[in-house]
């Protein structure tokens, strides 16, 4: 049987009380929470700072909110070339250049909330489409949008 090495930090009743404190906003008593659990003022504030970092990921994304860390590249480039669309005259329509566009759809940056809102405005799609979906949702959008392309298409002329 192999040992397994455990830190103190990792004890379940010290991070759940220390984690009771900061989501509540009160301070965090060293001294007394070392004591109450048999370990350093070090260890615990270790805890406090695993704990800080903790809550600050879960406020910087909304539970359930759409967020542009979400954006899927590649979805955008898919739903671009269905409307028969250049990089360029998207950007033109979005108001964002052609270089943000490509930069967009190779994923090496996300968009704003605003050029996200009117990416989508410019295609004229549904929100939401653009953003990280499960597999076979996108593809049954983008049929649905390409449906919608071609009816528009075949009533114009």
Do not use: C
């Not at 509540?24 to 704990?51: D, F, K, L, N, Y």
């Not at 964002?96 to 605003?114: D, M, N």
Request: glycine residues 10%; charged residues 25%; without cysteine.
């Amino acid at each position: 049987m192999g040992s397994q090495r455990t830190r103190k930090a990792d004890n379940p009743a010290l991070r759940a009380e220390v984690e009771k404190l900061r989501r509540a906003g009160q301070p965090v008593p060293r001294g007394e929470i070392a004591m109450r659990h048999g370990v350093t003022t070090s260890v615990v504030q270790v805890v406090r700072s695993e704990i800080d970092q903790k809550l600050l990921a879960e406020a910087a994304r909304p539970p359930g909110g759409r967020t542009v860390a979400d954006f899927s590249g590649p979805q955008l480039r898919a739903y671009r070339t269905a409307r028969r669309l250049m990089q360029d005259e998207l950007g033109r329509i979005a108001g964002v250049s052609r270089g943000e566009i490509g930069h967009l759809e190779l994923g090496h940056r996300k968009p704003t909330l605003k050029t996200l809102r009117n990416l989508e405005t410019a295609l004229g799609m549904r929100a939401g489409w653009l953003q990280e979906l499960p597999p076979g949702v996108h593809e049954a959008n983008l049929a649905e949008y390409t449906g919608r392309i071609a009816d528009a298409a075949e009533a114009a002329s």
